[in-house]
């Protein structure tokens, strides 16, 4: 089947601009993750979910940032007021349940001029 | 907290010669540990994972890792390197609760012809 999808694959806004990141996951996956993956770097957690249920959003950095899983199926990232450091790719993954292995998306690209 | 270090931002070796790349990890409970590849503007392809079964942990395109408790050390190995290994390797820790993956910094293998 499908694998993990994200949307848009690149993203450009300037500065102070909201952006809005959707990751649709392997139908079926209750567990969902978001990563940020800065250049050259390794991804870095940033919240997941269990169904609609945000059960860990330890690592996003600022209040800027805030993620949703409504109807437990497709995520959106979004930031407000963006920053240029925020550029970095944006990585999604999901997981059949918790424990299992995860499967990644092609990430978006986001750049804050 | 967890945390992976991965030794060598860049490693080099000649087609058809042994792959070595090198993963220590830190963790205060029994780790799950990974290796994933990372090929360009792709997302994140597993290739291994040690779940505390076999300490010998082999995976897909002929590589294996070893888990090595006293050591604190998963290296990821393959005999003979291949053109298409070429691409960015990360080693990844989550303790059996959190489910969460922390990354390493990553290391990027080229291979020569």
């Known amino acids: 089947g499908a694998g993990v999808s994200q949307s848009p694959r690149y993203k450009v806004a300037k500065r102070g601009q909201d952006v809005a990141l959707r990751c649709d996951p392997i139908?079926?996956?209750?567990?969902l993750f978001w990563y940020q993956q800065a250049l050259g770097q390794g991804p870095e957690f940033l919240t997941y979910?269990?169904?609609?249920?945000?059960?860990?959003k330890s690592g996003l950095p600022s209040d800027r940032f805030f993620a949703e899983r409504p109807e437990g199926s497709v995520s959106t990232l979004k930031i407000q007021r963006t920053q240029q450091e925020d550029s970095a790719v944006y990585l999604c993954?999901?997981?059949?349940?918790?424990?299992?292995?995860?499967?990644f998306g092609p990430g978006t690209r986001l750049t804050v001029t | 907290a967890q945390s992976v270090t991965q030794l060598g931002s860049h490693v080099s070796v000649s087609e058809g010669a042994l792959v070595l790349l090198r993963c220590n990890y830190s963790?205060?409970?029994?780790?799950?540990l990974f290796w994933y590849v990372q090929y360009p503007n792709q997302g994140l392809q597993l290739l291994l994972k040690?779940?505390?079964?076999?300490?010998l942990v082999k995976g897909i395109n002929g590589f294996e890792a070893e888990f090595k408790k006293s050591e604190t050390s998963f290296h990821l190995t393959k005999p003979s390197a291949h053109m298409s290994d070429a691409a960015e390797y990360f080693c990844?820790?989550?303790?059996?609760?959190?489910?969460?993956?922390?990354f390493g910094q990553g290391t990027r293998l080229t291979i020569n012809p």
């Open positions: 993954a999901s997981s059949l349940e918790l424990g299992r292995e995860q499967y």
């Open positions: 139908s079926g996956h209750v567990s």
């Open positions: 979910f269990q169904n609609e249920a945000q059960l860990d």
């Open positions: 963790s205060s409970v029994p780790p799950y």
């Open positions: 040690y779940t505390s079964a076999a300490t």
């Open positions: 990844a820790v989550s303790d059996r609760g959190a489910q969460k993956l922390v």
